[in-house]
């Protein structure tokens, strides 16, 4: 329960009894407030009751933690610092590029030239298996008649050889 009280110096102070009030003061859900309490960063006490200047504090924590805040006269200047921006930009890129290198040193990644020889075996697989299918159907096809069989036949081949250039069987032998 939200408590104004009346301290010594006669200032009205709200006090926040709970995590739910106290978030909502924040404008966070209670699970995130949750969260922010188990940070080792967080700037008070852990547990209620907080107070306006715990608020005040934890609103500059927060800002503090979005990237750094140009602060004047000790209040949020309402605008983050564009050099810190910059540098913590900089600092993301850089260590995306250095997890990027030591991925690429572990062997984690194919070289281009790999995936090219990989994709020209395919392609010449394929080639094979077009340019042997006429004779593979003459021998299955010769001496047949009834038109739903040699399409029946035909697709099989057919299949087989999209089956094949998609990896899902080995490449027929040419005859």
């Known amino acids: 329960m939200k408590h104004k009280g009346i301290d010594m110096g006669m200032r009205v102070s709200t006090k926040y009894s709970n995590q739910r009030e106290f978030a909502g003061s924040l404008s966070v859900s209670r ?43 000790g209040g949020h200047a309402g605008q983050l610092n ?3 921006r910059a540098k913590l930009r900089l600092l993301v890129a850089r260590r995306r590029r250095l997890d990027l290198q030591r991925r690429i040193q572990a062997g984690k990644f194919i070289s281009r030239a790999e995936v090219e020889k990989g994709r020209v075996q395919r392609i010449l697989a394929v080639k094979g298996s077009l340019l042997c299918l006429g004779e593979r ?18 697709d099989a081949e057919v299949r087989q050889l999209l089956r094949t250039f998609a990896g899902q069987a080995p490449v027929p032998e040419e005859v």
């Open 31 to 73: 699970k995130t407030l949750v969260l922010w309490l188990r940070r080792a960063d967080w700037p008070i006490r852990k547990r209620a009751p907080w107070n306006e200047k715990d608020r005040t504090r934890v609103e500059e924590w927060r800002h503090w933690r979005q990237g750094g805040a140009n602060y004047v006269n």
């Open 82 to 84: 564009p050099e810190r």
């Open 137 to 154: 159907l003459t021998r299955k096809l010769n001496g047949l008649d009834d038109g739903v069989s040699i399409k029946s036949i035909v």
